[in-house]
């Protein structure tokens, strides 16, 4: 299956922006990529302007970006979709690089200490009445 693209662009040299982007190295990626996949093979495909598109489909579902990114990418735009991803303090992209506590850590202790409390009053109560229980079960 072939696709068109812009004689402009470079798929190959892309790739290598959005592996760099993302902070993957050639053979981390190459072993995301499968066993056939190598680092001196990954180089090669990014030397490549135009790339076949069965791998361009599958590089971009290692990278998690639609191939159309890798075939269509112009610098300037995918800054901003990076900045955006990475510096926007919303959690609608699933990525807390800034988590936040709502709670003071001594109240989420408090309230776990109440648990274990809880839990530790509940297995006397169970050691008491299998006390009683055996003190019944010999007395019949």
Do not use: C
């Amino acid at each position: 299956m072939t696709h068109t693209t812009n004689p402009k662009i470079h798929e190959g040299r892309n790739l290598k922006r959005f592996r760099e982007m993302l902070g993957i190295k050639q053979d981390a990626f190459a072993f995301q990529l499968g066993d056939d996949w190598n680092q001196q093979k990954v180089s090669l495909l990014e030397q490549k302007e135009k790339i076949d598109a069965n791998i361009l489909n599958q590089v971009a579902a290692v990278l998690k970006i639609p191939a159309e990114a890798i075939q269509h990418f112009e610098e300037e735009k995918a800054i901003n979709i990076i900045t955006n991803t990475f510096n926007n303090h919303d959690q609608s992209n699933g990525v807390n690089i800034y988590p936040t506590f709502h709670q003071p850590i001594d109240k989420i202790i408090q309230y776990h200490e109440e648990k274990i409390a809880l839990y530790e009053r509940m297995l006397k109560e169970k050691d008491e009445m299998m006390a009683m229980l055996k003190e019944l079960i010999e007395k019949n």
